[in-house]
């Protein structure tokens, strides 16, 4: 069974940093693209980034690009965010994507609050 | 970017009843264009990708059709657990985007 944890969210005050991480388990993830989404509360779904299996093939969002970084680690199965330099409007469940779209993790919450 | 403009926003049916939900691209998409349902506090779970080809598991009451920028969602008789929000995402390019939502309500 495919299962993708994440964590790391939390309150971060406007300007600060957090690294987020999803780990992966049930399949082969160094032969998978994987995906980061965020949906702000009572809001609609924001796709973020995405990564190569391994771990070229970057691309991001407008909202983010030059702030937050994708990367992996294959040996650990685990995908991280690098999200750096954070704004109110990055309040938001963050979800770790299986390409594909079939799998999701489960989320963390993220508040940029002061 | 490609906008994904869905309609409408919210959509009052009853059990039994056909829905029918929009998704419309800024920008031809081809067949690159999936749906998703979401239930409160929940992930997303994928319905329909590649327009209309129905994912592992799906009932046969959903259904996708669509090409270019026009695409539809087709729920044929609404069950009480339809009764939740359905996005609609392009994959055909960078960056990927979705629909703002519909939102099924009981009427």
């Known amino acids: 069974e495919v299962q993708l944890l994440e964590s790391g969210g939390g309150l971060v005050q406007p300007g600060g940093s957090l690294r987020l991480s999803c780990a992966a388990s049930?399949?082969?993830?160094?032969?998978?693209?994987m995906n980061w989404v965020r949906q702000a509360p009572g809001e609609g779904l924001e796709w973020v980034s995405v990564i190569g299996n391994d771990g070229d093939n970057i691309h991001y969002a407008d909202s983010v690009k030059g702030r937050f970084t994708i990367s992996r680690d294959n040996s650990k199965n685990t995908l991280y965010l690098q999200m750096n330099s954070l704004r109110a409007e990055d309040t938001a469940v963050y979800y770790c994507?299986?390409?594909?779209?079939?799998?999701w993790g489960q989320g963390t919450l993220v508040t940029v609050s002061s | 970017e490609i906008v994904l403009t869905q309609s409408p926003a919210t959509l009052s049916l009853s059990p039994g009843e056909r829905a029918t939900l929009s998704c419309r691209a800024s920008?031809?998409?081809?067949?690159?264009l999936a749906w998703y349902q979401q239930k409160p506090g929940q992930a997303p779970r994928l319905l329909i990708y590649d327009a209309s080809s129905r994912a592992t598991g799906i009932p046969a009451r959903f259904s996708g059709s669509g090409s270019g920028t026009d695409f539809t969602l087709t729920i044929s008789s609404l069950e009480p657990e339809d009764f939740v929000v359905y996005y609609c995402q392009q994959r055909s390019e960078w960056p990927l985007t979705f629909g703002g939502g519909t939102k099924v309500e009981i009427k």
């Open positions: 994507v299986q390409d594909g779209w079939y799998n």
């Open positions: 920008q031809s998409v081809g067949s690159s």
């Open positions: 049930g399949f082969t993830f160094n032969g998978w693209t």
